[in-house]
C-alpha cells in the first residue's frame, strides 16, 4: 500500500462538469481541508478544486534539502498522490493546459518536483515557500511549453533558502517554462496577498 492513499478534499464544480481544474497541496502538519480553504480566494464556478492529503499531515520526514533517499516513500507517494489527480482531472476532460498546480511548503516542494519531473504545459505552476527536492538537483528533462511556474517566497524563510528558490527558478528555465519569481523582505513562512492575487489572476484567465 502507498503511504498516502488517502481520500482527497474536493470543493467546486464536479470534474466532469469542470472546465478548469486547481490542484493544492498542503504543507507539513497542515491538512488538505486546510489548503482547500484557500479556493474561497479564487472561486471560479467552472472550477473543480482537489487536494492530495498526507498520511500524519507530513509527506516525507525530513529537509528538502537532505538527499532524496531520506525522503523516501514519502516524497515519490507524495507525488503520485498528485498524479492521481492530474489524471482525474485529464480523464475527465480538463486538458493540462487548464489544470493549475499549487503548494505550500512541504506542498510547494511536491509541487514544482512534480511539474518538472512531469514537464508539459499546464495552466500554471505556483509555489508558495517551496522549491525543488533533494540535495543535489538534476535529471530533469523535457519541454514545458511556456507554462508559468510562480516562486514565491521570503528572502528570510527559515526553511527555503533563496539559493534554493533561485536554483528551481534556473532548472524551471531550462525546461522552457516561464518563471515569476517574488522574494518577499523579511516575510517569515507563510502566504501573503500578493500572492493570493497573482492566484486569482492566473485562476480568472485559466
Not at 508558495?128 to 507554462?147: A, K, Q
Not at 511556474?149 to 524551471?172: A, W
Request: aromatic share 6%.
Amino acid at each position: 500500500m502507498m503511504v498516502h492513499e488517502n481520500e482527497p478534499a474536493r470543493a467546486g464544480a464536479d470534474p466532469e462538469d469542470a472546465e478548469v481544474g486547481v490542484i493544492l497541496t498542503h504543507g507539513r502538519g497542515a491538512t488538505a481541508p486546510s489548503i482547500l480553504a484557500m479556493a474561497q480566494e479564487f472561486p471560479r464556478e467552472d472550477a473543480a478544486y482537489a487536494a492530495p492529503q498526507a498520511t500524519n499531515n507530513t509527506w516525507y520526514p525530513h529537509s528538502f534539502l537532505e538527499p532524496v533517499e531520506k525522503n523516501e516513500p514519502g516524497r515519490t507517494d507524495g507525488l503520485a498522490a498528485i498524479d492521481r489527480l492530474v489524471s482525474e482531472f485529464v480523464d475527465a476532460g480538463i486538458p493540462r493546459e487548464r489544470i493549475l498546480l499549487v503548494g505550500f511548503s512541504q506542498g510547494g516542494c511536491l509541487t514544482t518536483e512534480y511539474a518538472a519531473r512531469n514537464p508539459t504545459e499546464y495552466g500554471g505552476v505556483a509555489a508558495l515557500s517551496g522549491g525543488l527536492i533533494g540535495d543535489d538537483l538534476g535529471g530533469y528533462e523535457g519541454d514545458m511549453e511556456g507554462t508559468e511556474v510562480f516562486l514565491g517566497c521570503s528572502d528570510v524563510d527559515p526553511h527555503i533558502p533563496v539559493e534554493r528558490v533561485n536554483d528551481t527558478e534556473d532548472i524551471f528555465e531550462s525546461l522552457n517554462a516561464t518563471v515569476e519569481k517574488r522574494l518577499y523582505e523579511g516575510m517569515g513562512h507563510g502566504v501573503n496577498e500578493d500572492e493570493l492575487d497573482y492566484l486569482r489572476e492566473t485562476v480568472t484567465n485559466l
